[in-house]
Nanobody, 125 residues
Framework: QVQLVESGGGLVQAGGSLRLSCAAS????????MGWFRQAPGKEREFVAA????????VYADSVKGRFTISRDNAKTTLYLQMNNLKPEDTAVYYC??????????????????WGQGTQVTVSS
């Protein structure tokens, strides 16, 4: 099993940047594909980005492609999401999620069995 704890959220103006981190417990982090999801008030949770266990394969939602970058450091058992050129519509609670798999990363939330508690990102206009 793996436990996930997000950090790095906050309030930022439109056009600004934030870097989210997700610290994972356990020595099996490198066996997990990882993803970031977000949920805005009154909306369903949506996929943001995902990365394979080794970091060589990434996928992004169209809405964040070119602005967000997902990465991981398996030695530090940490997942990252660098968010640039933030927009008010990026405002949401961001969650990291883990899927014990060495397959390609997936956009489907139902495939992820481990979730963090979330971190709030608020982008002001």
């Amino acid at each position: 099993q793996v436990q996930l704890v997000e950090s790095g959220g906050g309030l930022v103006q439109a056009g600004g940047s934030l870097r989210l981190s997700c610290a994972a417990s356990g020595r099996t982090f490198s066996s997990y594909a990882m993803g970031w999801f977000r949920q805005a008030p009154g909306k369903e949770r949506e996929f943001v980005a995902a990365i394979s266990w080794g970091g060589g394969n990434t996928v992004y939602a169209d809405s964040v492609k070119g602005r967000f970058t997902i990465s991981r450091d398996n030695a530090k058992t940490t997942l990252y999401l660098q968010m640039n050129n933030l927009k008010p519509e990026d405002t949401a609670v961001y969650y990291c999620a883990g899927m014990r798999s060495r397959s390609a990363p997936t956009r489907a939330a139902r495939e992820y069995g481990y979730w963090g508690q979330g971190t709030q990102v608020t982008v002001s206009s």
